[in-house]
């Protein structure tokens, strides 16, 4: 098997144009760009001491009341910041949406999630609550189901994962 190689001829003036671009890229305009970072590290805060955040329905939730209001039960836990600089911060209630509904938490349960209330309203999740420590906001959760959907026995849980954040 052969090898081919192919050699343009240059004719005259080719040399000339190749000189008269780079003679015209040597006449640009040339300038610095300064890029200033500042660092943000995260606010030195402490959700809940460490531990996990719990929401109990209690044993006894009826399936057949489950309506966006029955077994609505407060989200309670804490944030300390120690030496903050700056106390305009934002809070979000990161987790998987359910099925029927990516605004409220899916449950272990087909039709079944848990929403979140701030000040009475449904607040998505995955989205961010500004606030001014140490004035947090407060939650409420309550278990929701698809419109129509016949919701059998047994247990349920879901998970979701709270982050503090500087606004």
């Keep these: 098997?052969?090898?081919?190689?192919?050699?343009?001829?240059?004719?005259?003036?080719?040399?000339?144009?190749?000189?008269?671009?780079?003679?015209?890229?040597?006449?640009?305009?040339?300038?610095?760009?300064?890029?200033t970072v500042t660092i943000v590290a995260p606010p030195p805060c402490v959700i809940n001491d460490n531990n996990l955040i719990e929401v109990n329905f209690g044993n006894d939730v009826m399936t057949t009341r489950i309506d966006g209001s029955y077994k609505k039960q407060p989200v309670v836990y804490s944030v300390?910041?120690?030496?903050?600089?700056?106390?305009?911060?934002?809070?979000?209630?990161?987790?998987?949406?359910?099925?029927?509904?990516?605004?409220v938490l899916k449950t272990n349960k087909d039709d079944l999630g848990v929403a979140l209330l701030r000040n009475g309203n449904r607040q998505p999740i995955n989205t961010w609550v500004n606030f001014?420590?140490?004035?947090?906001?407060?939650?409420?959760?309550?278990?929701?189901?698809?419109?129509?959907?016949?919701?059998?026995?047994?247990?349920?849980?879901?998970?979701?994962?709270?982050k503090v954040e500087y606004q």
Excluded: H, W
């Design 1 to 35: 098997m052969g090898m081919k190689a192919k050699f343009r001829q240059c004719l005259p003036g080719c040399g000339l144009a190749a000189l008269v671009l780079l003679y015209g890229q040597q006449v640009q305009a040339v300038t610095t760009i300064k890029v």
């Design 132 to 162: 001014t420590y140490p004035n947090m906001p407060t939650f409420e959760a309550v278990p929701v189901k698809q419109a129509g959907a016949t919701l059998s026995g047994g247990a349920f849980s879901a998970g979701a994962t709270m």
């Design 80 to 103: 300390e910041c120690k030496n903050a600089p700056n106390n305009a911060m934002k809070l979000q209630i990161q987790g998987t949406g359910a099925g029927f509904d990516t605004d």
